[in-house]
C-alpha cells in the first residue's frame, strides 16, 4: 500500500470525512530537504469532518498530526493541513 493510501484510510477511519482529498505534492520539492527519488515525501491533506466543529484550527492539525504520527515519524518529511468542519468549506 502506498503512503497516500495509508494516510487516506487512516483519515477516513479516524475522522469519517463528508470530503478528502489527499495530493502527493513530492514532485514539487525535489532537491529540496526532505525528497527522496520516488516521492511520496510532501503531502496536502483536505479534509471536512463533524469531528472538527468547536476545534481551533490548531487542535485540527494536532488531531490529524496524531492520527499519522507513524507517518510523519516515517517517511513523510511534511504535510499540510486544510482541516474543516461541515458548513466552513466555502474557500478551500
Known amino acids: 500500500m502506498s503512503t497516500k493510501d495509508t494516510i487516506i484510510n487512516k483519515l477516513r477511519e ?13 514532485h514539487l520539492h525535489e532537491g529540496h530537504a ?3 527519488p520516488g516521492g511520496e ?10 469531528a472538527f466543529e468547536g476545534k481551533s484550527r490548531i487542535e485540527r492539525h494536532r488531531m ?4 499519522l504520527a507513524a507517518e510523519l515519524q ?4 511534511a504535510l499540510a493541513i486544510k482541516a474543516q468542519a461541515p458548513g466552513e468549506t466555502a474557500g478551500r
Open 64 to 67: 490529524v498530526n496524531a492520527t
Open 74 to 77: 516515517g517517511s513523510v518529511h
Open 41 to 50: 515525501t510532501h503531502f496536502r491533506v483536505y479534509i471536512v469532518s463533524p
Open 14 to 26: 479516524a475522522f469519517l470525512p463528508e470530503s478528502l482529498d489527499v495530493a502527493d505534492e513530492s
Open 34 to 36: 526532505g525528497h527522496r
